[in-house]
């Protein structure tokens, strides 16, 4: 649970996006697009239907036009290429007239408990302007730019869970395909990777249908959908412990039962080898920016190319993945964590998880919310004080005194309506804070504890000292939930809160991380992932790394 660590997982069997995808093809779920006025621009409305054995959804996507001077991807812009809505069942005529008036204004607007998520996307006009040309042409677009983007609009907000008069989670929780966190929020992105291809492929054929060429598959398949993510994701993390500690959970029993195998066969090792293959294709594809990633991406190479030749016997490296080996991924995993960096070693584990959904895929359910726990009012002192030590002698070791440990302070920004960090001996607002220092809480509860008498209880505790109660529901909420708290100071300025946000996309199933600063990134959602008219077939799941486009 260090931030580092973190900051350094990878999608897997388990994540979000693929949870969702294995449900539709498995279930005989169909994609339908039911409705599409679109004129030569693509501007218009148009209507998407999942349907499956009980219920159906539809996406209806309004698209217009968009001045180049109000093209933002912050999240308080107030107009965007197309803005979206998941409506629970299909919608008539009034409910699509309804919400042409509201969904456009996405925050100004107003829904109802018919639609379960709100969405807004841009362009990527440089590529989406690239594909046109060249499908209207009569060519298929250039694979290295395809490569270099991968995707044909970004999303700048997916939102759900009551928000604008949108359906609450409860309503609609107790539905098997709604049942794990962000079903409903990842269905729509990927309807909305529907549209984008379609949309496209309408602008050039009325653009030149004497010429035109529709998309191949394998560069369509590459088409994801874009996103930026900011600090306002990453206090989630902090805010539903049990949530994390669920997901948590999750990936470690899944890791857990894996290395516990005693036994692989050839068929395995081949497999696991393919994928190894695949991850170097992949990552040799992945370039970015940012100094600090890209060094990181750069030693995964290296760390791929020597599991390689490990997995391979090179190397002296003998006995390392046979049916002889006992427990081969056990052993595997420990030769990871001496040769690999942190990254490679999570690169590991996410290759290892692939291959065994016959005893991982069954998690999945398990990563959802509970009610959080209230104060258990009986506790004594003594025993919190007990609970600490164990819990938390990570922040007891802390100095906030010292200036770098208590450097940053979170904050709402009033203009931007987000999580923000402030420096707290450079910028205003301390005093709003926002309570995410919970090493300085813990230090501050601890010194308060060691004044009282250590047989009174939580009530009586509390009564005295009633500003200590969230620090000791957190307490006790990590006794019964072991990773339900990011072992790091999260005000501290060696504090890179990235990792925050790469930790949470890769659980929804995100890939290409693409940092543009310690506090924001692009990734790219359901790259490589299957069609619809794909899913459910064989191998239709296995999209964990990107496909490598020919040519490129």
């Known amino acids: 649970m260090r931030l580092e660590r973190m900051g350094s997982r990878f999608q897997t069997r388990l994540s979000f996006m693929r949870s969702v995808l294995r449900r539709l093809g498995g279930d005989g779920w169909t994609i339908e697009r039911t409705r599409c006025d679109w004129d030569d621009d693509g501007y218009g409305t148009a209507v998407y239907a999942a349907r499956g054995p009980e219920r159906t959804y539809s996406l209806i996507a309004y698209s217009a ?28 005529d009034d409910d699509i007239a309804r919400l042409a008036a509201n969904v456009p204004r996405q925050e100004a607007g107003r829904c109802s408990s018919r639609e379960l998520t709100l969405s807004r996307a841009n362009r990527s006009v440089r590529l989406f302007d690239h594909v046109v040309e060249s499908l209207a042409a009569g ?32 309503r609609v929780c107790h539905r098997t395909e709604l ?11 990927y309807l909305i990777r529907c549209f984008t291809h379609d949309l496209v492929e309408h602008v050039a054929r009325r653009r030149s249908p004497d010429t035109f060429v529709p998309l191949e598959r394998p560069i369509r398949r590459h088409l994801g959908i874009g996103n930026a993510t900011g600090l306002g994701m990453a206090p989630f993390l902090h805010n539903h412990p049990i949530l994390l500690n669920n997901w948590v959970v999750a990936l470690e029993s899944a890791l857990a039962v894996c290395r516990s195998i005693d036994r692989v066969d050839a068929g395995d090792v081949a497999r696991f080898a393919e994928l190894v293959a695949a991850a170097r294709r992949s990552v040799a594809q992945w370039n970015v920016d940012d100094e600090r990633q890209m060094t990181r991406i750069v030693e995964l190479r290296a760390d791929l190319a020597r599991l390689e ?12 993945l046979d049916s002889e080996t006992v427990r081969p991924w056990d052993r595997l995993y420990r030769w990871a964590e001496e040769h690999l960096s942190i990254e490679g070693q999570e690169m590991v584990v996410a290759l ?48 906030f005194d010292e200036p770098a440990t208590s450097h940053y302070f979170w904050y709402t ?4 309506l987000e999580p923000r960090l402030g420096e707290r001996r450079g ?11 919970v090493a300085r809480d813990v230090g501050r509860l601890c010194a308060t504890l060691a004044m009282a008498d250590p047989q009174i209880t939580m009530a009586e505790f509390l009564l005295r000292r009633p500003e200590h109660r969230h620090t000791v529901r957190r307490v006790q909420t990590a006794a019964l939930h072991p990773y339900s708290e990011i072992r790091d100071n999260l005000i501290g300025r060696d504090l890179m809160a990235i990792d925050m946000l790469r930790f949470k996309l890769s659980v929804f199933g995100a890939t290409k991380f693409d940092p543009k600063s310690d506090k924001w990134t692009r990734i790219t959602m359901y790259q490589g992932a299957p069609l619809p008219d794909e899913l459910g077939v064989s191998d239709s799941d296995r999209w964990m790394l990107l496909p490598h486009l020919d040519g490129a």
């Not at 049942?179 to 992105?189: H, I, K, M, N, S």
């Not at 030749?309 to 390392?320: E, H, I, P, T, Y």
């Not at 209230?374 to 007891?396: F, I, K």
Request: glycine share 6%; aromatic share 6%.
């Open 65 to 92: 036009h968009l001045d180049p001077a109000d093209r933002s991807d912050r999240v308080i812009a107030e107009r965007w290429d197309a803005a979206f809505t998941l409506f629970d069942g299909e919608p008539a």
């Open 179 to 189: 049942a794990e966190p962000y079903q409903a929020e990842l269905l729509t992105v």
């Open 427 to 437: 910028e205003p607002g301390a005093d709003l804070e926002h309570p995410l220092a």
């Open 413 to 416: 920004s009033e203009e931007k």
């Open 309 to 320: 030749r490990a997995v391979a016997g090179a190397d002296g490296v003998s006995g390392l």
């Open 352 to 399: 290892i998880i692939e291959l065994h959904a016959e005893v991982v895929d069954h998690l999945a359910p398990s990563m959802v919310a509970v009610e959080p726990p209230l104060v258990d009012p009986t506790m004594t002192v003594a025993d919190l004080l007990d609970l600490v030590e164990v819990r938390y002698r990570w922040a007891l070791d802390l100095d």
């Open 139 to 170: 060519r298929q677009p250039d694979r290295e730019l395809v490569n270099r983007i991968g995707y044909l609009m970004r999303t700048t907000a997916v939102y759900g869970n009551g928000k604008f008069g949108l359906s609450d989670r409860d």
